[in-house]
Every structure is written in structure tokens, then in C-alpha cells.
């Protein structure tokens, strides 16, 4: 257990905690502290030159060209997986931190917001490298607990009060089940450390106890991804919640519960061992077509835009769950696994931009209908186009990124034979385009009815409006440029599978 | 680098006209969009494909660049463009039309203009994309690009209907695209690991080389016939053929003018041509076992648009559903599977692209001074508009093939190829061509009539604006189309159908050998 200089490779996470910890003493020495700025300044530095580290590292192959770091006895692990997924997190956080300047002009507790959302990016940069169940379990909550607060941030707000103790309540329920679930798995194989559990559960003659267990530890992961039939926080706590911090969670968090959940069923439950207790596999792809076409149907009838995009993410999770749905045994999973990375890797950049935009109509007051956001293009049409590209890289067209990695998602499934999964997605997309293109005609077809002098009031948020653009330029860049990662990503999943 | 430099001019260009003030949008794109026609008009000059890009070893292909993209497990992505001589004349196509197209909106486009410039250029750079691409994901990159700027065109710029004819367009197209991709995919799962690319030219040579195995409980030539008619819809919408033309008069109607001119002039083209590359160069075999369905489809498509051409009374609707009929004669050029017939194919995309673009703009001009496009709201604009007129008169002659037009020329091609033409036994071809020919009666018949009712006879006009002669920037285009379309019909081969022919060639020498599918498995 001794540190090894490996250590150096957990850098990124350690570069979070110092950055929360700077905004702690920040705050001790001036704890009403208004100055926006300076402290959005060291929260968006702190996760950028994480982010910075981290993709250093990704595309120097730290991690993957001798094999996966592992760290205090396989409790950490850091592999190409992991380096790319804290890529995710920390881009994100980085434009809710710039994204959040104006936001949290007029609020208070700013420092404590800032440090609450980069303690969260610590956690989930820590589930990206958790080599252990236990690490998994500690992390998780690392990454839950401010989100609960975050979500409730506006204490002035019924909304946001009420979302936060949901999105609470029914995190305390998931995370008790979760750990029960540890529990069981512990008690059948042993151990908590994941390749260790690998070797334990094969051939084991426990196996209700081990399909129980594995069963909770599904719901745990179901809930974190907001994946059916966990899912009806999210609309509540996305919509509650202040606009960037529901991107942040939509984004983010969600994407740490897949990275989360991609290694324990990948490392820890091998199909092949645990088959006889539980098979997965079929389990993944139930949840992933119900989760698709409830998120896409439920997204369809919204008529508020926050609201829509909640359940839109719900449809995304499912489409990312194929990743796991695909490891059927027959053919290259590797594609619907790295595929599924991929798309998370895109989504956390239009999702995000899609919200802070959302975040930008906020500010303004133009309230959350679509037709709140009639003719919007005629005053900041630059924004506008940002958000169109996020619509339709969302629903899947080759604007963005978002049409490739849905496009190696259905690959993905005919070469593992489960077509007919890809088939579902083929028609849950083609469904989202109604939806998404609503939010594209409000904008640029429909006449502005009159709401929108409230722009000309507030003026234009220079934080808001950087990022939003930025999100919008990666997502349009990741169509030709998304080579860059693919490789990254079907190597580690080729490397875990 | 050549096909790079052209979309780079066009992309680059609509991102600097985008952010331009509007007062200085027009002549900017105007200047911007004649460096790409430019570029084009040179590598006409210099163009040396010979062959046909899909198939290998039948020549070389001009401009040709790949370059590694990316690789997706089993399959590489790779940046593969080329010219030959079918895409040429296309991208010659889409960079003449983009220009005049602009000059033709600075009269009735007087909102938002940087935005609707900068898509003008947008889809430019895609349309070129679409003819350019040799990979199958960079083509439908291109292929769905078009879909976005022309959803805006109409929805934003377009008429009274324009929100029910822009999401009627998008819908429509996108699910036809849906249903092409699954269709060509499953013939890419059913080559299985006999390819590792989704190049284009890799996968008709696979399938020609009768290496579809089955896919599933599929067989390789239920697959076949499967794929080639998923194909077949998706492509036939953008045609469109009927029964699948219905978004075409309301997104024509909607949308302004000029861009109804591109979308006549290039953007149907994208259906033919796929046809084209994709149902009649890959699966040959498949094309001549259904001859005589798709034959019908493109009788049907051109009887039935003539009339339903004949029934209207909105100038800009009788030349929209004027196109439903000229569509329906490169699908008989297609399906005769002879030279002449597919050439006559090509070369009618170019000449109907050019006819409809005049008739289109003519229909702008008359409604930028008239504001209606109502036949019964005028008549005898011609002592005051005689340049229009003479315009409207030429293309409606190039319509009914007059000699020595553009029309004319593709027309004769088809029909000879038609005749010439065996895949139907018992002269059925030659029947159905008959038929079909019938089509110029009528399309002659409701031209020359809306004519007669619009622009000669007695001068009466119900509305409130002066009747004059448009202005210059009006007129420019109108005569660059003249130009154009006679000089096309006066030398077809020095211009375009050598060029068409030598591309063509290729893929007859090779249809007869290979009628049936199911060797690899």
C-alpha cells in the first residue's frame, strides 16, 4: 500500500481537491465574499487545468500503453477510461464554473457553490478511476452530497427547495440500496475489489444472494444515470434546480454513473461468471429500450423547454446504456462500448451548452416555454446558432458530434448482433428531431411575441454567453475531430473487455 | 486539394457573411460566391477523370484526396472525395446556381439578410459535398448538411405556409434518409468482413463481385432487393417520384424564389444522382429484375405530374410540379440501362437544373413587380416586361425540347436510350417511352397556356404596383441561364456528355455480367 510515484498519474483528482481547497480559504478569510469573479475565476481554473492534465495524459497514453495504473492495491485505477470520462467531468465544470459568473450575480453562499460543484467533480472524477466497491461507494457519495445542495441552491425558491429534497430522498433510498446491494456481493465473493470479486463470483454457489446484490447494485447505477424506472427525479431536480447546476448534473454526473457502471458489470460481473445468477446483459437491454422510448415519449409532450430537455436526457441515457446492453458475447462489443463513451464524451458538451442556454434565458426572465423563446435568433442570434447546434447534434445530425457517436452506437449494435437494439434507436432519434427542432423553430420561425425587450434590460452575460459559444465550437469540432478520441475510447474498451 | 479548397471557400465564406451587417450581406456573398464557380470553372478546364469513380480499374478519378479519419472498430471512416464525369457537371451545376441564385434574392429578401446569405453559402458547400463525397459517411454528412440550411430558407424567409412547408420538407426528407441508411447498411452487414470501409467505390466493388452474404434469416438476394428498395424511397423522395412528391409544391410554394430555384436546380438532383451512384451502379442486377416497376413509377411520375401541372393556377406551382414530370424522365433514363439512357439521365439533371432555375427566377421576377402569382390576376405583361417574357418563353421552349436547348439534347438521349433499351422484354421499354413522351404534349400544353393567359393578350392586372421592367441585378440572371441552357443544346458533347459518357460506360459494360447476387455466401 506504500505510494508509488504512480501516484502522479491521479493528478487531475488532486488538482481538484486543491482548488476546493483554496476556495475554502478563500472563503475563511472573506466569508461574505461577492467577488464573483475572482472566485468563479479559481473554480473555472482549477477544473481547466485538470481538464488540461487530464487530456495530456489521454493523448500521451498514460495508462493505456503499459496497461492500466493501479493505485493503493487496486483501489484506484487510472486507464484510458478513466482519463477520458474526468476529461467529461472537468470540461463540464469548467463551463458551469464560467457559465455560472452571472448566473450567481445576484445570490449568496457564491463561494460555497463554486466549491460545492468542484467537491462534486472530485467525487466524480473519483468514481471514473474507483478500482473497488468500496472506493465506487465513497466516491458516489462524494459526488452526491453537494449535488443534493447544489439542486437546492435557490432557498428562496419552492421549486428548487422542493427538487433538492427529492432529488435527496430518493438519493439517500438509491445509495442505501446500492450499499446493501455491496453487502450482498461482499458476502458471496469477499472482497470489495473489483478483479478480485471477478475471481471470487465464478463458479460461487451462492447465486440468488449474487443476483440479488448485483440486482440493487443495477438500481444504484439506474438511479445516478437516470435510466427507467429510476428516472422521475430527474425532471423535478433538472427543473428545480438552478440552470447551470442542472447541466452540470444532466451532463456530468450522469456520465459518472455510467463510468461507474461500465467498470463494475465490465471488471467486477463478467457475463460469463455470473450468468448463472443473473443475466445483465438481457437486463441492460430492457432498461435501455424502455429507458430510450419512455425519455423520447415523455419529451415529446413537454411544453416547457427545461422540462423537455430533462426527459430528452433520460432518452440519451438509454441510448448510452447500449454500451453495456451490446456485450452480448457474439462479435467486436468493443464498438458499442468505446461507442457509448463516445457519445458521452459529445453529449457532455451539447447537453451542457443546451442547458447553460437555458441558464442565458433565465437570466434574462424569458421564462420556459417554447414559445418563451419566439424569435430569440432576432436578438442574439450567435447564441441561437449554438443552441441549434446542440438541437440537432442532440437528435442526431451531422452538425455535431452527436451524429457520430449515435452513428458508432447503431454500428455498434449490428456488430454485436443485437441489430434490433440499434433499430429502436434508429426510431427514438428520428422521434427526438420533433422535439428538438421545436426548440430550433421557436428561435429562428416564430415572431418574438413581445418578451424579449427583457434582454435589452439585463444586457448580454459575457460568462453565459462564453461558454455557451465554446460549448457550441467543441460540439461542431468533435464531427471532424472526434478521431482524436475514438481511438482513446475503443482501445480502453477493448482493454476492459 | 482542389475539392477541399472549393468547400472551404463556400464554408468560411457563409461564416463571414453570417456575422456581416446586412446592409453589406448581398454583394458580399455575390463577391464570395464566384471565388467556388471560379475554382470550379477551372477544374473544369483542367478536369482528366476518365472512368467512373465507383467502379475500380475503369479509369482515374480527377481530384481525387483521401485521408485517414477515423476508425470505428471494423471500419475506417476515411475523407475520400473525387470528381468524375457524372459528379462534375453537378458541382459545376450547384457553383453556377448558388450566384445567380443570390443576385435573384437582393430584390425580395430584405430581412435577416447576412443570416439567409450565409446559409445560401452553407448549403452550397454541402451540395458540392454531396456530389464530391466517396465515403459513405462523409456523403451522408453532406447529404443530411443540405437538410438544415433549407429547413431555415423556407421557415424563416418563405411564404404565408412557410412553418407547415419548412417541417413538411424536414420530416419528410429526414425519415427518407432514415430508411436509404438502414437500407444501405444492411447491405453493409450483409457484405459482412469482405469489406473494412464504408468507401464508396470498395462497396460496389464488393457488390458487384456478387460478395453479399445473407444478413440474419436474410438471404443474399431478398437482402438485395430489400436494400436496393429502402434505397429506392429514401432517394425517390428527394427525386421526387410519385407518390412520394407532396412536400415539393409546398416547400416550392413556400419558399422564396431563389431558393426555389436551388432547391429545383441542385438539391432534387441529389436524388437522381444517388439513384444513380448507389441503386443503379451497386446493385445493377436488382435495377433490371424490377425494370419494369421502376419504369412505371417513372411514367407514372411524369404523366401524373403534367396534369397535376395543368390543374394549377399559381405560375410558381405549375413549374414545381413541372419538376415531378422532368424527374420522371431521368428515372426512364435510368432504368433503360443504356448509354444514351443514363446519360441522357445526367445530362438531363444538368438541363432541367438550368430550365427550372430560369422558370423559377422568371416567376420571382414577375412576382417582385406584380407581387401575385395568381394566372388569373394578369395578363399581357409582356408590352411591359418584354425581357422577362422572353425569358419565361425561352425556358418554357427548353421545357417542351425545343432544339438546340438543353432539354431538347437530355430528352432525345433519354428517349433514344429508352428504345435502345432491353431490360424490359417485348418492347415494353419502348411502350412505356411512348407513353411517357406523351408528357411533352402536355407539359408543352400548360406552358404555352399559362403564357397566354400571363403574358400576351390584352393588358389587365388586378393590384396596386406599377408594371415595369425589373431591374438590372433581376435580369443578369435570367440571361446567364439563356446563355447557358442554348449553349448546352447547341454542343452537348463538347460540353458535358463525352465527359458523362466516359463515366457511364463503365457501369453498362459491367450490368450485363452481373444479374444476380448470393455467391458469397
Same mark, same amino acid.
Given at each position: 500500500?506504500?505510494?508509488?510515484?504512480?501516484?502522479?498519474?491521479?493528478?487531475?483528482?488532486?488538482?481538484?481537491?486543491?482548488?476546493?481547497?483554496?476556495?475554502?480559504?478563500?472563503?475563511?478569510?472573506?466569508?461574505d465574499?461577492?467577488?464573483?469573479?475572482?472566485?468563479?475565476?479559481?473554480?473555472?481554473?482549477?477544473?481547466?487545468?485538470?481538464?488540461?492534465?487530464?487530456?495530456?495524459?489521454?493523448?500521451?497514453?498514460?495508462?493505456?500503453?503499459?496497461?492500466?495504473?493501479s493505485?493503493?492495491?487496486?483501489?484506484?485505477v487510472?486507464?484510458?477510461?478513466?482519463?477520458?470520462?474526468?476529461?467529461i467531468f472537468?470540461?463540464?465544470a469548467?463551463?458551469v464554473?464560467?457559465?455560472?459568473?452571472?448566473?450567481?450575480?445576484?445570490?449568496?453562499?457564491?463561494a460555497?457553490?463554486?466549491m460545492?460543484?468542484?467537491?462534486?467533480?472530485?467525487?466524480?472524477?473519483?468514481?471514473?478511476t474507483?478500482?473497488?466497491?468500496?472506493?465506487?461507494?465513497?466516491?458516489l457519495?462524494?459526488a452526491?452530497?453537494?449535488?443534493?445542495?447544489?439542486?437546492?441552491?435557490?432557498?428562496?425558491?419552492?421549486?428548487?427547495?422542493?427538487?433538492?429534497?427529492k432529488?435527496?430522498l430518493?438519493?439517500?433510498?438509491?445509495?442505501?440500496?446500492?450499499?446493501?446491494?455491496?453487502s450482498?456481493?461482499?458476502?458471496?465473493?469477499?472482497?470489495?475489489n473489483?478483479?478480485?470479486?471477478?475471481?471470487?463470483v465464478?463458479?460461487?454457489e451462492?447465486?440468488?444472494?449474487?443476483?440479488?446484490?448485483?440486482?440493487?447494485?443495477?438500481?444504484?447505477?439506474?438511479?445516478?444515470?437516470?435510466?427507467v424506472?429510476?428516472?422521475?427525479?430527474?425532471?423535478?431536480?433538472?427543473?428545480?434546480?438552478?440552470a447551470p447546476?442542472?447541466?452540470?448534473?444532466?451532463?456530468?454526473?450522469?456520465?459518472?454513473?455510467f463510468?461507474?457502471?461500465?467498470?463494475?458489470?465490465?471488471?467486477?460481473f463478467?457475463?460469463?461468471?455470473?450468468?448463472?445468477?443473473?443475466?445483465?446483459?438481457?437486463?441492460?437491454q430492457v432498461?435501455?429500450?424502455?429507458?430510450?422510448?419512455?425519455?423520447?415519449?415523455?419529451?415529446?409532450?413537454?411544453?416547457?423547454?427545461?422540462?423537455?430537455?430533462?426527459y430528452?436526457?433520460?432518452?440519451?441515457?438509454?441510448?448510452?446504456?447500449?454500451?453495456?446492453?451490446?456485450?452480448?458475447?457474439?462479435?467486436?462489443?468493443?464498438?458499442?462500448?468505446?461507442?457509448?463513451?463516445?457519445?458521452?464524451?459529445?453529449?457532455?458538451?451539447?447537453?451542457?451548452g443546451?442547458?447553460?442556454?437555458?441558464?442565458?434565458g433565465?437570466?434574462?426572465?424569458?421564462?420556459r416555454?417554447f414559445?418563451?423563446?419566439?424569435?430569440?435568433?432576432?436578438k442574439?442570434?450567435?447564441?441561437?446558432?449554438?443552441?441549434?447546434v446542440f438541437?440537432?447534434?442532440?437528435?442526431?445530425?451531422?452538425?455535431?458530434?452527436?451524429?457520430?457517436?449515435?452513428?458508432?452506437?447503431?454500428?455498434?449494435?449490428?456488430?454485436?448482433?443485437v441489430?434490433?437494439?440499434?433499430?429502436?434507436?434508429?426510431?427514438?432519434s428520428?422521434?427526438?428531431?420533433?422535439?428538438y427542432?421545436?426548440?430550433?423553430?421557436?428561435?429562428?420561425?416564430?415572431?418574438p411575441?413581445?418578451?424579449?425587450?427583457?434582454?435589452?434590460?439585463?444586457?448580454?452575460?459575457?460568462?453565459?454567453?462564453?461558454?455557451?459559444i465554446?460549448?457550441?465550437v467543441?460540439?461542431?469540432?468533435?464531427?471532424?475531430?472526434i478521431?482524436l478520441?475514438?481511438?482513446?475510447?475503443?482501445?480502453?474498451?477493448?482493454?476492459?473487455? | 486539394?482542389?475539392?477541399?479548397l472549393?468547400?472551404?471557400?463556400?464554408?468560411?465564406?457563409?461564416?463571414?457573411v453570417?456575422?456581416?451587417?446586412?446592409?453589406?450581406?448581398?454583394?458580399?456573398?455575390?463577391?464570395?460566391?464566384?471565388?467556388?464557380?471560379?475554382?470550379?470553372?477551372y477544374?473544369?478546364?483542367?478536369?482528366?477523370?476518365?472512368?467512373?469513380?465507383?467502379?475500380?480499374?475503369?479509369?482515374?478519378?480527377?481530384?481525387?484526396?483521401?485521408?485517414?479519419w477515423?476508425?470505428?472498430?471494423?471500419?475506417a471512416?476515411?475523407?475520400?472525395v473525387?470528381?468524375?464525369?457524372?459528379?462534375?457537371?453537378?458541382?459545376?451545376?450547384?457553383?453556377?446556381l448558388?450566384?445567380?441564385?443570390?443576385?435573384?434574392s437582393?430584390?425580395?429578401?430584405?430581412?435577416?439578410?447576412?443570416?439567409?446569405?450565409?446559409?445560401?453559402?452553407?448549403?452550397?458547400?454541402?451540395?458540392?459535398?454531396?456530389?464530391?463525397?466517396?465515403?459513405?459517411?462523409?456523403?451522408f454528412?453532406?447529404?443530411?448538411?443540405?437538410?438544415?440550411?433549407?429547413?431555415?430558407?423556407?421557415g424563416?424567409?418563405?411564404?404565408?405556409?412557410?412553418?407547415?412547408?419548412?417541417?413538411?420538407?424536414?420530416?419528410?426528407t429526414?425519415?427518407?434518409?432514415?430508411?436509404?441508411?438502414?437500407?444501405?447498411?444492411?447491405?453493409?452487414?450483409?457484405?459482412?468482413?469482405?469489406?473494412?470501409?464504408?468507401?464508396?467505390?470498395?462497396?460496389a466493388?464488393?457488390?458487384? *463481385?456478387?460478395?453479399? #452474404? @445473407?444478413?440474419?434469416? $436474410?438471404?443474399?438476394?431478398?437482402? +438485395?432487393? %430489400? =436494400?436496393f428498395?429502402?434505397?429506392?424511397?429514401?432517394?425517390?423522395v428527394?427525386?421526387?417520384?410519385?407518390?412520394f412528391?407532396?412536400?415539393l409544391?409546398?416547400?416550392h410554394?413556400e419558399?422564396?424564389?431563389?431558393?426555389?430555384?436551388?432547391?429545383a436546380?441542385?438539391?432534387?438532383?441529389m436524388?437522381?444522382y444517388?439513384?444513380?451512384?448507389?441503386?443503379?451502379?451497386?446493385?445493377?442486377?436488382?435495377a433490371?429484375d424490377? *425494370?419494369?416497376?421502376? #419504369? @412505371?413509377?417513372?411514367? $407514372?411520375s411524369?404523366?401524373?405530374? +403534367?396534369? %397535376? =401541372?395543368?390543374?394549377?393556377?399559381?405560375?410558381?406551382?405549375i413549374?414545381?410540379y413541372?419538376?415531378?414530370?422532368?424527374?420522371?424522365y431521368?428515372?426512364l433514363?435510368?432504368?433503360?440501362?443504356?448509354?444514351?439512357?443514363?446519360?441522357?439521365?445526367?445530362?438531363?439533371?444538368?438541363?432541367?437544373?438550368?430550365?427550372?432555375g430560369?422558370?423559377?427566377?422568371?416567376?420571382?421576377?414577375?412576382?417582385?413587380?406584380?407581387?401575385?402569382?395568381?394566372?388569373?390576376?394578369?395578363?399581357?405583361?409582356?408590352?411591359?416586361m418584354?425581357?422577362?417574357?422572353g =425569358?419565361?418563353?425561352?425556358?418554357?421552349?427548353?421545357?417542351?425540347?425545343?432544339p438546340?436547348?438543353?432539354?431538347?439534347?437530355a430528352?432525345?438521349?433519354?428517349?433514344?436510350g429508352?428504345?435502345?433499351?432491353?431490360?424490359?422484354?417485348?418492347?415494353?421499354?419502348?411502350?412505356?417511352?411512348?407513353?411517357?413522351?406523351?408528357?411533352?404534349?402536355?407539359?408543352?400544353?400548360?406552358?404555352?397556356?399559362a403564357?397566354?393567359?400571363?403574358?400576351?393578350?390584352?393588358?389587365?392586372?388586378?393590384?396596386?404596383?406599377?408594371?415595369?421592367?425589373?431591374?438590372r441585378?433581376?435580369v443578369?440572371p435570367?440571361?446567364?441561364?439563356?446563355?447557358?441552357?442554348?449553349?448546352?443544346?447547341?454542343?452537348?458533347?463538347d460540353?458535358?456528355?463525352?465527359?458523362?459518357?466516359?463515366a457511364?460506360?463503365?457501369?453498362?459494360?459491367?450490368?450485363?455480367?452481373?444479374?444476380?447476387?448470393?455467391?458469397?455466401?
Open positions: 500500500m506504500a505510494i508509488t510515484p504512480d501516484w502522479a498519474a491521479m493528478a487531475p483528482v488532486l488538482v481538484l481537491a486543491v482548488f476546493a481547497l483554496l476556495l475554502f480559504v478563500v472563503d475563511s478569510i472573506d466569508p465574499s461577492t467577488n464573483n469573479p475572482l472566485l468563479a475565476g479559481i473554480a473555472a481554473l482549477g477544473s481547466g487545468t485538470a481538464m488540461i492534465v487530464a487530456l495530456v495524459y489521454l493523448l500521451s497514453g498514460v495508462g493505456q500503453t503499459d496497461g492500466a495504473i493505485l493503493y492495491g487496486g483501489q484506484l487510472v486507464d484510458g477510461m478513466s482519463l477520458l470520462f474526468i476529461v472537468t470540461s463540464v469548467t463551463l464554473h464560467v457559465g455560472s459568473i452571472d448566473y450567481l450575480a445576484d445570490l449568496e453562499y457564491q460555497e457553490y463554486y460545492l460543484v468542484t467537491l462534486a467533480t472530485l467525487g466524480m472524477s473519483l468514481m471514473a474507483a478500482g473497488s466497491l468500496a472506493t465506487v461507494f465513497v466516491s457519495e462524494l452526491s452530497l453537494p449535488s443534493y445542495a447544489l439542486v437546492a441552491f435557490l432557498k428562496n425558491n419552492r421549486g428548487s427547495v422542493e427538487a433538492g429534497l432529488y435527496f430518493i438519493g439517500a433510498l438509491a445509495s442505501a440500496i446500492f450499499a446493501y446491494g455491496i450482498l456481493v461482499y458476502g458471496v465473493a469477499g472482497a470489495l473489483l478483479e478480485a470479486i471477478a475471481t471470487a465464478a463458479g460461487t451462492l447465486v440468488g444472494i449474487l443476483g440479488v446484490g448485483i440486482l440493487m447494485i443495477t438500481m444504484g447505477f439506474a438511479f445516478k444515470t437516470a435510466s424506472p429510476v428516472h422521475f427525479w430527474a425532471p423535478e431536480a433538472y427543473e428545480g434546480a438552478p447546476i442542472s447541466a452540470f448534473i444532466s451532463s456530468a454526473s450522469k456520465a459518472a454513473g463510468v461507474v457502471l461500465y467498470r463494475v458489470f465490465v471488471v467486477a463478467p457475463i460469463s461468471a455470473v450468468a448463472s445468477a443473473i443475466d445483465w446483459v438481457l437486463l441492460f432498461l435501455a429500450i424502455v429507458t430510450m422510448t419512455v425519455g423520447n415519449f415523455a419529451a415529446a409532450t413537454q411544453e416547457n423547454v427545461k422540462r423537455m430537455l430533462a430528452s436526457s433520460i432518452g440519451q441515457a438509454g441510448y448510452v446504456l447500449i454500451g453495456v446492453a451490446a456485450l452480448t458475447g457474439v462479435g467486436d462489443q468493443s464498438l458499442a462500448f468505446g461507442a457509448g463513451m463516445l457519445h458521452m464524451l459529445v453529449y457532455g458538451f451539447m447537453n451542457t443546451a442547458f447553460l442556454f437555458i441558464a442565458m433565465e437570466y434574462w426572465g424569458l421564462g416555454r414559445e418563451d423563446y419566439n424569435g430569440l435568433a432576432k442574439a442570434p450567435v447564441a441561437c446558432v449554438a443552441m441549434t438541437m440537432f447534434s442532440l437528435a442526431g445530425l451531422p452538425i455535431g458530434g452527436g451524429f457520430l457517436s449515435k452513428y458508432f452506437l447503431l454500428l455498434g449494435t449490428v456488430s454485436a448482433g441489430w434490433w437494439l440499434g433499430a429502436v434507436l434508429a426510431i427514438n428520428a422521434l427526438s428531431l420533433f422535439y427542432s421545436r426548440v430550433v423553430k421557436a428561435m429562428w420561425i416564430e415572431e411575441n413581445g418578451n424579449l425587450e427583457a434582454i435589452d434590460r439585463r444586457g448580454y452575460p459575457s460568462g453565459l454567453y462564453a461558454a455557451v465554446v460549448a457550441g467543441v460540439t461542431v469540432l468533435l464531427l471532424p475531430a478521431g478520441f475514438s481511438g482513446t475510447a475503443f482501445d480502453a474498451a477493448a482493454a476492459l473487455l | 486539394m482542389l475539392i477541399e472549393l468547400l472551404a471557400l463556400c464554408l468560411l465564406g457563409a461564416g463571414v453570417f456575422f456581416l451587417p446586412d446592409r453589406f450581406a448581398p454583394k458580399a456573398s455575390l463577391g464570395i460566391s464566384l471565388a467556388p464557380l471560379a475554382v470550379s470553372l477544374m473544369y478546364a483542367v478536369y482528366d477523370g476518365t472512368g467512373n469513380a465507383l467502379i475500380d480499374g475503369s479509369g482515374s478519378i480527377a481530384f481525387e484526396s483521401m485521408a485517414e477515423i476508425a470505428v472498430g471494423p471500419y471512416l476515411n475523407w475520400h473525387g470528381l468524375d464525369g457524372v459528379s462534375m457537371p453537378l458541382v459545376l451545376l450547384s457553383t453556377v448558388v450566384p445567380l441564385a443570390i443576385l435573384a437582393w430584390t425580395p429578401i430584405d430581412d435577416r439578410e447576412s443570416q439567409f446569405y450565409g446559409l445560401v453559402l452553407f448549403m452550397e458547400a454541402a451540395l458540392i459535398g454531396v456530389f464530391a463525397a466517396l465515403d459513405f459517411f462523409v456523403w454528412v453532406f447529404w443530411e448538411g443540405v437538410l438544415i440550411p433549407m429547413y431555415f430558407l423556407i424563416v424567409w418563405g411564404g404565408p405556409r412557410r412553418k407547415y412547408a419548412a417541417i413538411k420538407f424536414f420530416v419528410y429526414n425519415v427518407a434518409s432514415l430508411v436509404m441508411f438502414i437500407g444501405f447498411f444492411g447491405l453493409v452487414f450483409g457484405l459482412g468482413d469482405s469489406i473494412t470501409t464504408l468507401d464508396m467505390p470498395a462497396i466493388g464488393a457488390l458487384r *463481385a456478387g460478395e453479399l #452474404a @445473407a444478413l440474419g434469416p $436474410i438471404g443474399p438476394e431478398l437482402l +438485395a432487393v %430489400l =436494400a428498395f429502402a434505397m429506392f424511397v429514401g432517394f425517390g428527394k427525386v421526387p417520384i410519385v407518390p412528391h407532396t412536400w409544391p409546398d416547400a410554394v419558399a422564396p424564389t431563389p431558393i426555389s430555384v436551388l432547391l436546380g441542385v438539391l432534387l438532383k436524388g437522381t444517388a439513384l444513380l451512384r448507389f441503386n443503379f451502379t451497386m446493385l445493377p442486377g436488382v433490371q424490377y *425494370a419494369v416497376v421502376i #419504369a @412505371a413509377v417513372a411514367v $407514372i411524369v404523366i401524373y405530374g +403534367a396534369m %397535376l =401541372a395543368l390543374a394549377q393556377q399559381d405560375l410558381k406551382r413549374v414545381a413541372s419538376s415531378v414530370s422532368s424527374m420522371g431521368v428515372i433514363g435510368l432504368v433503360a440501362y443504356t448509354t444514351y439512357g443514363f446519360g441522357g439521365a445526367t445530362f438531363q439533371m444538368v438541363a432541367h437544373g438550368l430550365i427550372s430560369l422558370m423559377f427566377a422568371c416567376v420571382g421576377v414577375i412576382y417582385n413587380v406584380t407581387h401575385t402569382r395568381m394566372v388569373g390576376d394578369m395578363s399581357g405583361l409582356a408590352d411591359r418584354p425581357i422577362t417574357t =425569358a419565361f418563353v425561352a425556358g418554357a421552349f427548353g421545357y417542351a425540347g425545343l438546340l436547348m438543353a432539354g431538347f439534347a430528352e432525345f438521349f433519354i428517349f433514344v429508352a428504345f435502345q433499351s432491353t431490360v424490359i422484354p417485348n418492347d415494353g421499354m419502348a411502350i412505356m417511352t411512348g407513353v411517357a413522351m406523351f408528357g411533352i404534349v402536355i407539359v408543352a400544353g400548360y406552358l404555352l397556356w403564357m397566354q393567359r400571363t403574358l400576351f393578350g390584352p393588358f389587365s392586372y388586378d393590384g396596386d404596383y406599377e408594371i415595369r421592367e425589373a431591374a441585378h433581376d443578369v435570367l440571361l446567364t441561364l439563356i446563355v447557358l441552357i442554348v449553349a448546352l443544346g447547341t454542343f452537348p458533347n460540353i458535358f456528355f463525352d465527359m458523362i459518357q466516359d457511364i460506360n463503365p457501369v453498362i459494360d459491367m450490368g450485363g455480367v452481373v444479374l444476380d447476387y448470393g455467391g458469397g455466401a
